[in-house]
């Protein structure tokens, strides 16, 4: 395969990325989506004091849901973590600091991190102190908003169905997700790809993240846990 | 259990009958996923999930599952014609944006005005809101779908939610396994009675003050 920008590598050589506390932003959807080789790397050096920035917690064995449950994280900034009981014991235990950001919400901030705006406006979650908590507020209109800060990460990991030599994306249905917002909102972009295709040989149409984003391709051997429902 | 398998179908299908052919309908988990089985096979409606399917058709058979095509339960699903997939920045500005007709869930607690509490048990379960807020605060209509009474025989429709809530003044129906009420601003207003239940019964096990309709529907089902 032709690598004229370098971007092609190994997830020997993406390791160098991954270090003790830093924050660390990954797609997935209840682990449908989250790039399986770059999450057992990262479990394999033993990167410790993670701040995780994502949909959910994933499962237990499943998706980012594996670094969570060998309490590689002291926080995650996430939607939902129901269906990983260990995130929500450590929580009680106060050994993981949970910030939740309503699903649409949190999507929208790592948007906005990725497109390079600081905040976003939301009258979403008002009447619930948990969402309020510590936010300012913003009258437009006559009607008061919250403001809601764009998130961004030292490293952002996704996982795509393919990717050029060049890190155009494409996805392969649900489990897109996330996987586009977060793939913007890395200073460092590594996607995990089904395949690597030459140059000029995805539809221009089709690409769902531009290359422009994307820093780093590896190539995925597929996932390696057993779905929930198996 | 036949009979609690049976009334959970009953109030799915109580719930279809508030489906319209062109329709965009998120349904949560639980008895809200049993919905798309008691529609008419004519009614052409959308599912929308919010990992980003519009269109979402039924569980694949066996063996045909797709690792990648899995609902927001993480459990596959398959694609209707027309059907189309998106991030979920855009997932979720379909239902902001109140393109999302009519949205399905469980809860908790409801109160007499309509608020919700279907995400936080303090001290216990804190799975977080998900995507709930957004399809409460925001769904053109929001159906609740829940037992009238929790497993201790407590009522869950509440004069004022003591669990925190989802979203204030947000419910338009509750369909319980007793009862079936419309919320405004006036407050509940009872329409319609699961048999064998009588109204007696109704008021016996719900926790604050709610109108009856002049003719009250028995559901047929």
């Known amino acids: ?133 510590g936010k300012p507020y913003y009258s437009l209109a006559d009607k008061k908003y919250l403001v809601e800060t764009a998130l961004t990460a030292e490293v952002s990991i996704v996982y795509a169905k393919k990717a050029d030599a060049y890190g155009n994306l494409i996805y392969d249905k649900s489990a897109r997700n996330t996987n586009p917002l977060v793939a913007m909102a890395g200073d460092i972009t590594i996607a995990e790809v089904e395949e690597i295709v030459q140059l000029g040989s995805l539809d221009p149409d089709s690409i769902i993240t531009q290359g422009v984003f994307v820093d780093y391709i590896i190539p995925s051997k597929g996932v390696n846990w057993k779905w929930a429902w198996q | 259990m036949g009979m609690a398998v049976d009334i959970r179908n009953q109030m799915a299908k109580r719930a279809a009958e508030e489906i319209q052919t062109g329709m965009v309908v998120n349904l949560g988990i639980g008895i809200p996923s049993l919905v798309p089985n008691h529609l008419p096979t004519e009614t052409m409606v959308m599912f929308h999930a919010e990992n980003g399917i519009t269109g979402m058709g039924p569980s694949p058979s066996m063996g045909e599952e797709d690792e990648n095509l899995c609902n927001a339960g993480g459990f596959p699903v398959t694609l209707n014609k027309g059907g189309s997939y998106c991030d979920s920045a855009i997932s979720f500005g379909m239902i902001r944006r109140g393109r999302v007709d009519i949205t399905i869930l469980g809860s908790l607690q409801v109160s007499k005005n309509g608020d919700l509490a279907n995400w936080i048990v303090p001290g216990k379960k804190v799975p977080g809101m998900g995507g709930a807020m957004e399809l409460a605060q925001k769904a053109k209509k929001v159906i609740v779908v829940m037992n009238h009474c929790d497993k201790q025989g407590k009522p869950k429709i509440v004069k004022s939610c003591t669990l925190p809530l989802t979203s204030a003044a947000c419910v338009d129906i509750i369909i319980t396994d007793l009862a079936v009420f419309t919320v405004n601003e006036e407050g509940l207003l009872l329409t319609e009675l699961f048999a064998p239940y009588s109204l007696e019964n109704v008021v016996n096990k719900t926790g604050c003050k709610f109108k009856i309709r002049e003719t009250v529907r028995m559901i047929p089902y």
């Open chain 1, 1 to 133: 395969m032709e690598n004229p920008f370098g971007k092609i590598t190994t997830l020997a050589a993406v390791m160098e990325f991954f270090h003790d506390g830093m924050t660390l932003m990954f797609g997935g959807f209840g682990g449908v989506g989250s790039p399986p080789a770059l999450i057992d790397g990262i479990l394999e050096k033993g990167v410790r004091d993670l701040t995780l920035i994502g949909n959910d917690t994933g499962f237990p064995h499943i998706g980012i849901g594996k670094l969570v449950s060998q309490q590689r994280a002291v926080k995650v900034i996430a939607s939902h973590i129901g269906s990983n009981p260990f995130a929500g014991q450590f929580m009680h235990e106060g050994k993981l600091e949970v910030e939740f950001s309503p699903q649409g919400i949190l999507a929208e901030r790592i948007r906005a991190g990725g497109v390079g705006l600081p905040a976003i406006l939301s009258d979403i979650g008002m009447d619930n102190e948990l969402v309020v908590k």
